[in-house]
């Protein structure tokens, strides 16, 4: 099975939406009609608007990087799917280990975000990961597996077409400090495995798992090579054009 591979940016709590505009028209003057590889920007939502400007008739998509799994209503501070649908952004970052760690997003909160996404037409992109204590206790499977069963509790074979997942074991992110392509490789194959047993193996074979955690372009060849990672979610390699340009390159290239 040929998986269209995926390189998302997760820009993080970064860019105000003029650097981000900047660093949209650098990425779209390279690749902006990039055939074989899907794209996907995250800007901060106070830039999604000016960068959904500036990606106007290109192919590349624009994502945010959270929401709140409610319609509308008391929530300050909180941004609906709808809203997020309204700046014409078509996938979410869903469950991210920052999120996890530093704002209380829990499975079970993390898979209502999942179903809201998804009853808007918004692709999630479902983070999972152990950190380095679950990893040393060898407990990276059970963990994955947990984020993996309870963030798409709910979900049906046929909604899982529109479902990303991206494997990011947390001491992989932002530390330079990136998983071997086998230890990524057998997480990965665990995921479709898992996604075999909940969904089917037609379903489960269509699924797009992404690595993240310290991906750049000198060790993206090798990841990408491996059976089961069919893009990357991007940090800090996202934030500057030259790179996230080679990442999508490389993912061209692995095509
Ligand atoms: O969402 C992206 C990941 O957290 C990876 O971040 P990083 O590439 O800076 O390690």
Redesign the pocket.
């Known amino acids: 099975m040929i998986r269209r591979k995926l390189i998302a940016g ?1 820009w ?1 709590m970064n860019k105000t939406a003029a650097d981000g505009v900047a660093l949209t028209k650098d990425i779209v003057a390279e690749i902006g009609r990039i055939g074989s590889v899907d794209v996907v920007l995250c800007p901060p939502f106070t830039a999604l608007e000016s960068v959904a400007k500036a990606l106007e008739g290109q192919s590349i998509k624009l994502g945010a990087q959270n929401m709140n799994p409610e319609k509308g209503g008391a929530f300050t501070g909180e941004v609906s799917a709808e809203m997020l649908r309204g700046l014409f952004v078509s996938h979410v ?1 869903l469950g ?3 999120r996890r760690t530093f704002f209380g997003d829990t499975d079970a909160f993390v898979n209502k975000k999942v179903i809201a996404a998804l009853a808007n037409q918004l692709k999630p992109i479902l ?1 999972v990961g152990e950190t380095l204590a679950e990893r040393e206790a060898g407990s990276t499977l059970a963990v994955v597996q947990r984020h993996v069963e309870q963030g798409l509790a709910g979900v049906t074979a046929e909604q899982m077409a529109a479902v990303i997942i ?1 494997y ?1 074991p947390v001491w ?4 330079g400090k990136v998983a071997t392509t086998a230890q990524a490789q057998e997480v990965h194959a665990f995921i479709r495995d898992l996604l075999t047993k909940l969904y089917g193996a037609p379903v489960a074979q269509k699924v797009r798992i992404l690595y ?4 750049k372009p000198s060790n993206a060849p090798e990841l990408l090579a491996e059976k089961d990672i069919d893009g990357g ?6 934030l500057e054009a030259r790179s996230f340009i080679d990442l999508v390159k490389a993912a061209e290239a692995a095509h």
Not at 172 to 175: F, R
Not at 233 to 238: E, F, K, N, T
């Open positions: 997760n993080k970052i991210h280990s920052e983070c991206a990011e992989a992110i932002g530390t993240g955690g310290s991906m979610l991007i940090g800090g390699a996202a």
